[in-house]
């Protein structure tokens, strides 16, 4: 690729993160399953703390494909701790420029505390393919019981 095509590729690329961003965002907090899975690639992984909690059948915390990531969202529509979920953000994201998109909804809010969450995805043909979110400690405190369920 020569520089014009490379300025072309991540500026593509930040839309698409742009898109990402708001849209999950937005769909996740209206529970909109089908607007959440278009985000997603056909083959996509989620792994979450609050599989397990959520899926009793899914100690390991990770969800493959479509399928699985539809049960989740819609299960997890109906128990979803609700417990201090504000959906706060400040707005601001972090990216490569090339494959990965990050942000936090962080633990301070402006009313209060929320859980504490880091997204971080991989995204590839303008669709998430690997989601990891990454819980804090307040967050791990709300689902703790529910973890503890499936330990040995």
């Known amino acids: 690729m020569n520089g014009r095509q490379n300025e072309q590729a991540a500026s593509d690329f930040h839309a698409v993160?742009?898109?990402?961003f708001?849209?999950?965002?937005?769909?996740?907090?209206?529970?909109?399953?089908?607007?959440l899975l278009a985000l997603y690639s056909e083959?996509?992984?989620?792994?979450?703390?609050?599989v397990p909690a959520i899926?009793?059948?899914k100690q390991d915390g990770v969800l493959r494909g479509r399928e699985e990531l539809r049960r989740f969202f819609e299960e997890g529509g109906r128990r979803r701790p609700n417990e201090l979920?504000?959906?706060?953000?400040t707005g601001e994201w972090l990216t490569d420029g090339r494959r990965l998109l990050v942000w936090e909804y962080p633990r301070q809010a402006?009313?209060?505390?929320q859980v504490d969450l880091v997204e971080f995805m991989?995204?590839?043909?303008g669709l998430i393919a690997y989601h990891r979110v990454y819980w804090g400690?307040?967050?791990c405190r709300l689902i703790a019981s529910a973890l503890s369920r499936g330990s040995p």
Do not use: F, M, N
């Not at 083959?43 to 609050?50: G, R, V």
């Not at 402006?110 to 505390?113: E, G, I, R, S, V």
């Not at 991989?122 to 043909?125: C, D, P, S, W, Y």
């Open 55 to 57: 899926l009793d059948d």
């Open 137 to 139: 400690w307040k967050g």
């Open 122 to 125: 991989e995204i590839a043909g």
């Open 22 to 35: 708001h849209e999950w965002h937005e769909r996740a907090r209206a529970r909109d399953t089908e607007g």
């Open 110 to 113: 402006p009313d209060d505390d």
């Open 17 to 20: 993160c742009t898109r990402v």
């Open 85 to 89: 979920v504000r959906w706060y953000r």
């Open 43 to 50: 083959d996509a992984i989620l792994e979450s703390p609050l």
